[in-house]
């Protein structure tokens, strides 16, 4: 399956400031990247879709100034956090889809490792 | 300290029992349903999926049934081992991709 590596994997910052998180694709190019959120020994939540070349597609509830999204090709999109703040403290997750791609099973999603945000 | 929504389903069982870890979804009109396993501090890893047109979809050691009737999906592992102690979650998907997650179930394997 497609490979996804995420930077950093972990990532401790002070309050008020902005941390920017690496989605790679390896060996594969994605038009369509998600970003999800996921808080201790809860599930996954979808926070946002980032196509390539286009304006990310927030869920409800997720401030789109605060969560920044760039999908600027087809193998990096990036999540930026800005300002954050301690209730930003969670495990960011981002995710490649395959959408009918040969190399992929149809409807697969490959999830990165995550990157563990620790807001003090 | 602990509050209430926090704590994940639990399931453990023997090494080389069975295991069933259960899941109810929401949405009748989702395409299809996926399984992952999520062990701690990584992403999802996928193990089986199925289309909403099936009832049944085996893999290696594992199985998936679906009941849409009254909207529920599990997994079956066969000769469960310790390697397979994880947090469990089904997700629920359509075309776009956009997957909604259920709850998790975390499953401890006792040697």
């Known amino acids: 399956g497609a490979v996804v590596s995420q930077h950093p994997s972990w990532v401790i910052c002070k309050s008020g400031t902005s941390v920017k998180i690496e989605c790679r694709s390896l060996?594969?190019?994605?038009?369509?990247m998600f970003w999800y959120r996921q808080f201790p020994k809860q599930s996954l939540m979808l926070m946002a879709t980032?196509?390539?070349?286009?304006?990310?597609?927030?869920e409800q509830g997720v401030e789109k100034d605060k969560f920044l999204i760039n999908h600027a090709s087809l193998t990096l999109s990036t999540l930026t956090v800005t300002s954050a703040h301690p209730e930003d403290s969670s495990f960011y997750i981002c995710?490649?889809?395959?959408?009918?791609?040969?190399?992929?099973?149809?409807?697969?999603?490959?999830f990165g490792p995550g990157t563990r945000l620790t807001v003090l | 300290g602990e509050s209430v929504g926090l704590h994940l389903p639990t399931l453990s069982v023997q090494e080389g029992d069975n295991s069933i870890i259960n899941c109810a979804y929401s949405?009748?009109?989702?395409?299809?349903f996926i399984w992952y396993k999520q062990e701690s501090g990584k992403g999802p890893q996928f193990i089986i999926d199925?289309?909403?047109?099936?009832d049944k979809r085996q893999g290696q050691r594992v199985t998936v049934l679906l009941n849409k009737t009254v909207k529920h999906l599990s997994l079956q592992i066969a000769a469960t081992q310790p390697g397979d102690s994880a947090v469990y979650f089904c997700?629920?998907?359509?075309?776009?991709?956009?997957?909604?997650f259920g709850q998790g179930t975390e499953l401890s394997v006792k040697p």
């Open positions: 995710s490649l889809y395959s959408s009918g791609r040969a190399r992929l099973r149809d409807n697969e999603q490959f």
């Open positions: 060996d594969f190019q994605a038009t369509t």
């Open positions: 980032s196509n390539e070349g286009s304006k990310a597609t927030y």
């Open positions: 949405n009748s009109a989702s395409d299809y």
């Open positions: 199925i289309r909403s047109n099936m």
């Open positions: 997700a629920e998907g359509n075309q776009g991709g956009k997957l909604i």
